[in-house]
């Protein structure tokens, strides 16, 4: 019974104090609540390093890991390494892409609550004020939009292997 409760608090605790619950010695796959359990959040190797949404499997792209940096965190992928990180081009677009891991503020990300289990990730760079998000085309490129409702702006975290 003690043990069953202690496991309730260590479950309960974190997401009432406003953090996410997750065991960062574990990799993760980020799936959005507008396209569902279907596509989830993979990279490329080469080129531009993009972020992309594909269907969901066992690819490295989509085996994501959450890095404390200092009040935030470092997202990367299996696929790129721990030299790698994601981030956001410092232009009017701001597109997301990977770049190698460092410093820089667009890789600093935070996970707020939201409603049943999502969650939405902003990044110190652009703030509150903008989310990652999906675009609504048949690509449904990442990228980060204005904070709203938008069901693209809902993210989920799925456990998956322990690293």
């Known amino acids: 019974m ?32 507008y396209l569902g359990d279907g596509y989830s959040l993979d990279s490329t190797a080469t ?7 594909t269907k969901s499997s066992g690819t490295a792209g989509q085996y994501w890991k959450f890095t404390a940096a200092g009040g935030c965190y470092r997202i990367g992928n299996v696929l790129l390494g721990s030299g790698y990180a994601l981030d956001n081009y ?18 600093c990300w935070h996970f707020t609550p939201e409603h049943d289990g999502y969650i939405r990730l902003t990044n ?3 703030g509150n004020s903008r989310s990652l998000d999906t675009y609504s085309d048949g690509e449904h490129l990442p990228f980060m939009a ?18």
């Open 146 to 163: 204005e904070t709203s409702t938008a069901t693209g702006q809902y993210w989920k975290l799925t456990r998956l292997s322990r690293q």
């Open 90 to 107: 410092n232009n009017g677009s701001h597109l997301p892409f990977l770049s190698v891991s460092g410093n820089a503020s667009g890789q």
């Open 124 to 126: 110190d760079y652009l």
């Open 47 to 53: 080129g531009k390093l993009l972020p992309m949404m």
């Open 2 to 33: 003690r043990l069953a409760c202690a496991a309730i608090l260590l479950t309960i605790v974190p997401l009432l104090a406003g953090e996410v619950g997750f065991d960062d010695r574990y990799y993760y796959r980020l799936t959005n609540s």
